[in-house]
């Protein structure tokens, strides 16, 4: 059977093993890369519970921890599987993230294909997922195995989910009108669904928007809603609704853990203000936006600006109100055009940075599901906007083939940048500007290799850029030890301890550099506070009953 014969006969199968072998193709040169120093250390390289590999006890720390200001057992798990047959080598941490990002890209195209029978729309859909540049840093980066691993629960929440409302159809006459809508629940595929959800918000929390897109997936393609008239009148959307209880119940919970586990846990920039957040938020939207149009100078850390223009804050809710409002009102005729759009605008709520934690105004990794609705909404309208064109099909073909090739140009480009540290920070330091978190990564990188006077200069921008970023303060205040700066070493760890209390590495380091100094009570202070956050720190310990027997100098550190 020739290629072409196989592709006629059988599409889906002929999609699939093409989805799975450009993705697997294009991303297969990250396997040589190495970790990264900003999170890896966090997640994997200097995480004992997870180095250890996978460990009852680890398992017991991973359900019961909020470690990196996050609670996400699977994904802990999962890092402690990979150590566990992989050890500390990156490749494996890496193949295992494109080997979940592969199953995404096939669970995707399966599930509209399935939902829709649009089996080219799919795929283009599959396709844009799989090789758009966007999603290349929730791929390449070790730490954002919660990326792929959470899309892969999500994925098999919705085929369950759609299983289920086909299932759920009415046959033969108006079966809501004899069965109670909780009798539909005990389908074995709506549990399924549930479980899956679970097993999501247990990788990463940031889907827990997945309820009001499986309401969104009622509407179309499953066309479950029961519209009357030419308005959108719904005769059963209490029913629909009633059925996402125990989703949102699922929802509650993991918002109040999240919640709970961020609160004062990490430095963050929630100080700017909720009127400035909440203008990010609405700049964020068209940010994303355009960088899944045109995917140019993308960045790992996307820093705050100093303020956005009034004007154009104002002029973009406006833009964004408006399609909103176009968008719905075409629902009942072009319902993909409201579907795509509220996927994208509902997905990437939890991460606009309105309740903000860390540095980021906005981050490459948060499109990686909310881009979706924007590929499904092209996908879709392109069809219905060149349906008359004479030789639509060549058209289609053409641009569909062009803009895939190009996303997958560039996806291989940005890929060259996740090498290692010094190459991923200098990339994003080149493309962004006043970019402290990322100036103190390149100097780390700097550091690492030798290099103290590059280093030292990138700290001091840091710190200088944002004088309150306690990474930054920290790493110079121990480059300062290195150099017998004791002076400029004492304020600047000093300033890292008071502005990240809850940070036991820096608590720990500052109080052997005060046990070292003369200052035993301070540095017991010190001591104290690192075991505070962090009980089972054995170095803390020693160093605290070691000054309260003797008060000898400390001569140990984590740097």
């Known amino acids: 059977m020739s290629a072409a014969e196989f592709i006629r006969k059988q599409p889906a199968t002929a999609i699939c093993l093409g989805l799975a072998a450009v993705t697997i193709l294009v991303y297969l040169p990250m396997l040589q890369d190495n970790f990264i120093n900003y999170d890896d250390p966090d997640y994997i390289l200097g995480n004992a519970h997870v180095d250890h590999g996978l460990t009852w006890t680890g398992i017991v720390w991973a359900f019961t921890s909020s470690d990196a200001a996050n609670w996400h057992p699977l994904t802990w798990i999962s890092h402690m599987m990979d150590c566990q047959f992989f050890d500390l080598h990156p490749a494996g941490h890496h193949l295992m993230n494109l080997l979940l990002h592969t199953a995404n890209t096939l669970l995707l195209f399966l599930l509209l294909k399935n939902m829709t029978g649009a089996i080219w729309r799919s795929a283009f859909v599959a396709a844009a997922f799989a090789w758009h540049p966007l999603h290349v840093e929730s791929v390449a980066w070790a730490s954002e195995r919660k990326d792929v691993l959470s899309a892969f629960f999500w994925m098999l929440t919705l085929l369950a989910y759609a299983r289920y409302a086909a299932l759920d159809k009415p046959a033969g006459k108006e079966r809501d009108a004899i ?17 899956f959800f679970a097993c999501g918000l247990m990788s990463k929390p940031m889907v827990v928007t997945l309820p009001f897109v499986l309401l969104l997936l009622d509407f179309w393609p499953l066309k479950r809603f029961k519209v009357q008239g030419s308005a959108l009148h719904v005769q059963n959307l209490g029913k629909l609704l009633l059925e996402k209880i125990p989703f949102l119940a699922l929802t509650v919970v993991s918002c109040v853990i999240t919640m709970s586990v961020q609160n004062g846990a990490r430095w963050s ?117 060149f349906e008359r064109w004479p030789d639509r099909k060549i058209f289609q073909l053409v641009a569909a083939g062009l803009a895939l090739a190009g996303c997958l140009a560039v996806t291989a480009v940005q890929l060259t940048y996740w090498k290692d540290s010094l190459t991923i920070f200098l990339h994003t330091v080149q493309v962004t500007t006043d970019n402290y978190a990322a100036d103190d990564c390149l100097g780390k990188s700097l550091d690492n290799i030798g290099q103290t006077n590059a280093a030292a200069e990138f700290y001091r921008e840091a710190v200088t850029l944002e004088p309150d970023y306690p ?41 052997v550099f005060l046990a070292q100094h003369g200052a035993p009570a301070q540095a017991a202070g010190s001591f104290e506070a690192a075991l505070a956050d962090q009980p089972d720190f054995p170095e803390a310990r020693e160093q605290l009953s070691l000054l309260q027997q003797t008060n000898p100098p400390a001569n140990r550190s984590t740097r």
Do not use: C
């Open 179 to 195: 069965l109670s809508p909780i009798t539909h629940h005990w389908s074995p595929s709506y549990w399924l669904a549930l479980l």
């Open 269 to 385: 920039t929630a100080s700017l203000g909720l009127p400035f957040r909440l203008e990010n938020a609405a700049m964020s939207y068209v940010r994303y936006i355009s960088k899944i149009f045109w995917p140019t100078d993308l960045a790992l850390i996307y820093p705050y600006p100093h303020s956005w223009p009034p004007g154009a804050v104002i002029a973009v809710a406006i833009v964004l109100v408006m399609l909103t409002a176009v968008f719905i009102s075409q629902a009942k005729r072009f319902p993909y055009l409201a579907v795509g759009w509220l996927w994208f605008l509902g997905t990437l709520v939890p991460t606009l940075g309105i309740v903000q934690v860390g540095v980021q105004s906005m981050a490459d990794r948060y499109s990686y599901l909310p881009s979706i609705g924007i590929f499904i909404l092209v996908a879709w309208g392109a069809n219905d906007l």
């Open 471 to 511: 990474m930054a303060q920290f790493d110079l205040g121990l480059l300062d030890v290195e150099q017998g700066k004791a002076a400029e070493a004492s304020n600047h760890l000093a300033a890292a301890a008071r502005l990240d209390p809850h940070n036991s590495v820096m608590q720990f380091d500052f109080g």
